[in-house]
């Protein structure tokens, strides 16, 4: 299908100075009280920022309801050609406060599934300055077949504490989805924030956080290296690559648990790592380690889906080649009791989040010394 002219002509915009330096930002008024698990893992930001802005680099968000437009396009010849559409609201969904648009992303392989190819986007309230807004890419997870909707609560309240989400879909496993479908998508969905950015200028671009729960976990570690990947390999040659993680539960040694009876891993991977180790390669956390994303890894000790072996595989093999991961067990947690807001670990995960993403990168990562945090100790001392 050939493209067609975006009914909307882009705006000419000046950017403003980026701080040097992730603070939370002003809206934010005051940290999280009695965090006690965030302070173990990183030293606590400043919450103070200058609160004076030139009014043409302003910015107002709300949840009122913009303007969709179309802008044609969806795939050719393997190339992203043009975003696909912009909803501004979706009839029958409880998209939650902070929700601004529903993007339907071009995909390269296949044809685009419009009830599966679509990220939702969310914004914190009030105006915000050019640039200043972090951007958290959140990807679900499922066995690679659950669903965007199931982490709605978790994004909404990254939103209310200031930072804009994209909360990524993608085909699964039981409908056109697998490798490389799932996988390439994912990639899609965050080349797409170049031009999220044109539409939304107050958010940040080049230094960002992606998260992901269970398979999105994987996905999520996997984005982060996306530059690292070799010319044939799906996913190479990124438009936008994210610089810190955060891994909620995930399968982040495709291959131990491959061959530990994960099956979901062989019918996503289309085979075992005998049969397709060249697949493994290309998408398995563990073989595509950057010394430069600093990652954080959280896990339930009582997780018997996906055993907090997968997460300390993969901290000990970032530690050992030199770069910067955490890995934070929380005492009492299941693969995904700490997502409900009734978990006594879940204002702490957001906090996690919420520090990585604004804490300075260049001190970001010498807190990561691949040491394990125990949760449930730092609650305690409430």
């Known amino acids: ?42 030293v606590a930001c400043s ?15 709300t949840n009122d309801a ?12 393997g190339e992203i050609v043009q975003a696909i559409d912009i909803q501004s609201s979706v009839h029958g969904e409880n998209l939650g406060d902070r929700f ?17 190819n679509w990220a939702d986007f969310y914004l914190p309230e009030g105006h915000h300055d050019v640039d200043t807004v972090p951007l958290v890419i959140f990807i679900h997870g499922g066995a690679w077949h659950g669903g965007a909707s199931n982490v709605r609560p978790i994004v909404q309240k990254l939103a209310e504490r200031g930072m804009a989400v994209l909360n990524v879909e993608y085909r ?16 899609d969905a965050l080349d797409y924030v170049p031009a999220l950015d044109q539409r939304h200028p ?32 799906i996913g190479a040659n990124p438009k936008f690559t994210p610089s810190r993680v955060v891994s909620l539960a995930g399968p982040l040694d495709l291959v131990w648990a491959a061959e530990n009876g994960d099956h979901n ?41 996906v055993p907090k072996d997968n997460s300390e595989h993969y901290v000990d093999a970032v530690t050992r080649a030199g770069g910067h991961a955490k890995l934070v067990l929380m005492e009492g947690e299941d693969h995904v009791s700490f997502l409900q807001e009734s978990s006594p670990h879940f204002e702490q995960i957001l906090d996690v989040i919420h520090k990585v993403t604004t804490h300075p990168r260049e001190t970001l990562r010498d807190r990561l010394d691949g040491a394990t945090v125990d949760l449930a100790e730092g609650l305690r001392h409430h």
């Open 66 to 77: 913009s303007e969709g437009i179309l802008a044609g396009g969806n795939q050719g010849n």
């Open 100 to 116: 601004v648009e529903r993007i339907h992303y071009p995909v390269r392989n296949g044809v685009a599934d419009p009830t599966q």
């Open 172 to 187: 699964d496993i039981s409908n056109g989805g697998g490798y490389p479908e799932t996988f390439s998508d994912v990639a």
């Open 202 to 233: 107050e958010i940040t671009t080049d230094d960002e956080t992606v998260v992901g729960h269970s398979a999105g976990a994987q996905l999520a570690a996997w984005a982060g290296t996306r530059g690292d990947l070799d010319e044939h390999q």
């Open 265 to 305: 891993i062989v019918t996503a991977m289309r085979g075992t790592p005998e049969e397709v180790p060249d697949k493994y390669n290309n998408v398995d956390p563990i073989q595509n380690i950057s010394r430069k994303v600093p990652v954080v890894a959280m896990h339930g000790l009582n997780d018997n889906l």
């Open 1 to 42: 299908m050939a493209p067609t002219t975006p009914t909307t002509a882009p705006t000419t915009r000046t950017r403003a100075r980026r701080h040097p330096s992730r603070r939370p930002l002003r809206r934010l008024g005051s940290t999280l009280a009695g965090a006690v698990l965030a302070s173990s893992v990183l």
């Open 47 to 61: 919450d103070n920022d200058d609160d004076s802005s030139a009014a043409d680099t302003s910015v107002n968000s």
